[in-house]
């Protein structure tokens, strides 16, 4: 068990749970199913068709930096993103959701 506030399971369940779920790559809810979305290609969920413009723009692929920066920011890092979410202020709290997500896999 990681220490105190930083199991990333944990932390994705509460933090990101209400908008996300990381099951397959194409379980969604309000936002995409995150399962396998490092090293993924950026709005590739299969059949999540609420990608904004701005999201959809974003060219390449989720690399962990990359990750680390939008969830550090959303709105700064992808301007005019829908994912209406402030960010996760704590870098290992990120570091920890990141790995989770990491270890998860579309199918
Ligand atoms: C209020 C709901 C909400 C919360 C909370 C939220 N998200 Fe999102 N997220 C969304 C929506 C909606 C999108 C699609 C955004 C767009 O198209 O601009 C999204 C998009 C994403 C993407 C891009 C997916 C892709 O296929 O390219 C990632 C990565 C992501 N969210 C991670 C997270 C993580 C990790 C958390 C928790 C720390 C989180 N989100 C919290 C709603 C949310």
Redesign the pocket.
């Given at each position: 068990m990681p220490a105190n506030g930083t199991d990333g399971a944990v932390?994705?369940a509460t933090?990101?749970?209400?908008?996300?779920k990381a099951i397959d790559g194409a379980t969604h809810s309000?936002?995409?199913d995150?399962a396998g979305?490092v090293g993924?290609?950026?709005?590739?969920?299969p059949g999540?068709g609420?990608?904004?413009?701005?999201?959809?723009a974003?060219h390449g692929k989720?690399s962990k930096e990359k990750?680390d920066a939008?969830?550090k920011s959303?709105q700064a890092q992808?301007s005019?993103?829908?994912?209406?979410?402030r960010?996760?202020g704590d870098p290992a709290?990120?570091a920890a959701?990141?790995d989770y997500?990491a270890g998860t896999k579309r199918y």
């Open positions: 932390l994705f933090t990101c749970g209400g908008c996300h309000y936002g995409p995150l979305i993924s290609a950026t709005a590739s969920a999540y609420a990608y904004s413009p701005a999201l959809k974003l989720w990750l939008f969830l959303p992808v005019g993103t829908t994912m209406t979410f960010g996760v709290q990120r959701i990141i997500l």
